[in-house]
Each structure stands twice: as structure tokens, then as C-alpha cells.
């Protein structure tokens, strides 16, 4: 969790991270991204790949074809909230919008970045 509480602390205080961090812990359900199990990571790594098979199909199969698991590139995206996979300014945009829409909104910015790279593999 060091890239999201960094994130926070470049704009509050310490004590203020915190209780940010605890926040989204229990109010945005982010314990069950770093949960034994990892069961929320899982379970938004299990809808992007569905969302690739049923829209992307070319590139779902590409990905099996080469043998590249979404969890080699994706597990980064999910537990650092896209913290140190896109630019600075991005990120803090992503972020607002997580907190207005919820979690669900990084599987559709991580199908958002495969889509725009699928000509590369149809």
C-alpha cells in the first residue's frame, strides 16, 4: 500500500493519510484487494479477463496464445490503484473519479489501455 499512502502524503499531512487509508479500507472496500487471498484483486482480475473475451476477442486470444497472464501486468494496476503505471497528473484524475465511482472504475481503465493498444495484436 507504500504508492497510495505516497500518493496521499504529497497533498495531507500524515495523520491525514491515515485516516484517509482507513477510509478507503472500509468505506471503498479496498481490504479485499490486500485481503489473504487477494479475493478482490482476483475477482477484478476474473471481470477484465471476461470483458477481454467478450470484446476484445482477437486480443484474448493473443494473450493465451503467448502465454501472458493478466495477473503478470494487472496485479501492478489493481494494488497501487494505477499509482505508478500511469503519468503523475492521470493518476490523480483516475483517483478522483475512484472516489466518485468506486473501484470498479480501474477494471475499466485497465480494459481502457488494452483496448488502446489491441491493433497491435489483431
Known sequence: MGPLAAMLLCYVAPERAYAAMVHLHDAYNMHSIFAPGFPGLLESIYVQERIMAQFMPPVYAAFK????????????????LFANSVPFQTSLRLWDAFLLEGQDLFVIVAIAIIWSYRGMYA
Open 65 to 80: 496464445k503467448h502465454m501472458v497472464s493478466t495477473t503478470s501486468y494487472a496485479t501492478k494496476w489493481y494494488i497501487t
